[in-house]
């Protein structure tokens, strides 16, 4: 699992070498008719979606237009928890799938969605994904969706940001309704919380009218992409609850009809897509963190000692739960958890 740092080239292969080399990008367009993708993404353009975009921005440059992705926000397609059906019937070709919006058409996807996994900072999580669509069960899974993840999405560690009396201590977080999706929301519970999933694009108008306190997001872009800080008052700074599992999957259908050099310029600039991926989390967190500080939100900084307190509670309890509820629908979840745990305790060694 090297690609993220190895060049291109060496990541796909000779055969999208050799095309380079021999016939050159516009030739390749040459031979090929106009194709042009539909691609699904929830929300608006943000760090989340830097990844895609220069993916995007590759292939048209690569095959002097002839290959495009339009790339289609704001739910203009589908709403966030039906990309996988659309996928499914090829209404679309691809889209930012977002497993814990819908998470009993995949449930084996909501492994990476559990809190407090070892897994530390973007590369590792990226890594990860990698190993796990490669992993027989999930590949099965998705295949019943004619899904095809060709590209995990790592969020940054979730936090929250929030309203009303700010949660300094543990006993705070008790009868707060918070919107936590996944894991974080079983994850939640244990402290006394009361977890909603809401699709992120409605939690703005949800929070400003207090149909719940706090909500959590990757940190820190996303809550600025969201504006939740104009609404907010407070944000939590080291709870790193987790992270939530999306993915850029695309149709399997339509992926097997292009073109072969098509496909591989898309697996080719892999390692590329999660350096873009990174920097904007970076770029971004420069820009936002001063603007929270500014507008005034309180930053609830999480101490070492609230913070193992939190993982005792919230940790094993919710992965042995998961687990048992994925061994009792017949799914491999010990199997499912223990590949990504393993994975996760060797790529995030050293961080």
């Known amino acids: 699992m090297e690609f993220l740092t190895r060049p291109a080239t060496e990541v796909g292969g000779i055969l999208a070498l050799a095309l380079s080399l021999i016939l050159g990008p516009a030739a390749i367009a040459e031979a090929q008719e106009k194709i042009a993708w539909r691609i699904a993404i929830y929300g608006p353009p943000r760090a989340v979606t830097k990844g895609i975009e220069f993916m995007a921005k590759h292939v048209e440059e690569k095959t002097a237009g002839k290959f495009t992705l339009r790339l289609h926000y704001n739910e203009q397609l589908s709403d966030a928890k039906d990309h996988l059906d659309g996928i499914k019937v090829d209404s679309f070709q691809g889209s930012l799938t977002a497993f814990g919006y819908s998470p009993g058409k995949a ?103 207090n149909v719940f306190q706090a909500a959590s997001f990757p940190f820190s872009y996303t809550f600025g992409s969201y504006k939740l800080h104009e609404v907010s008052k407070w944000y939590t700074f080291g709870l790193q609850l987790g992270t939530i599992h999306n993915a850029f999957t695309l149709s399997h259908t339509a992926f097997q009809k292009l073109p072969a050099e098509y496909r591989q310029l898309m697996i080719d600039v892999k390692a590329q897509y999660y350096i873009a991926l990174r920097e904007a989390y970076e770029s971004e967190d420069r820009k936002w963190i001063p603007i929270f500080e500014k507008v005034g939100l309180e930053r609830i900084t999480i101490t070492p000692d609230m913070l193992v307190q939190f993982q005792e509670k919230a940790a094993k309890p919710v992965w042995d739960k998961w687990i048992a509820e994925m061994e009792q629908k017949g799914l491999p979840g010990r199997k499912t958890f223990d590949f990504v745990f393993a994975a996760g305790t060797k790529y995030s060694k050293g961080s």
């Open 107 to 209: 449930p084996l996807n909501s492994v990476i969605d559990l809190p407090y996994l070892p897994m530390k900072g973007i590369d590792a999580i990226a890594r990860v994904m990698e190993d796990f669509y490669q992993f027989p069960p999930a590949k099965e899974e998705l295949d019943r969706w004619n899904a095809y993840a060709i590209v995990g999405v790592p969020l940054p560690l979730y936090e929250f940001m929030g309203t009303g009396k700010p949660p300094r201590t543990l006993d705070d977080w008790k009868g707060m309704r918070v919107r936590a999706v996944g894991g974080s929301g079983e994850a939640m519970k244990t402290l006394g919380a009361i977890p909603t999933s809401v699709p992120a694009p409605e939690v703005y108008a949800a929070l400003e009218r």
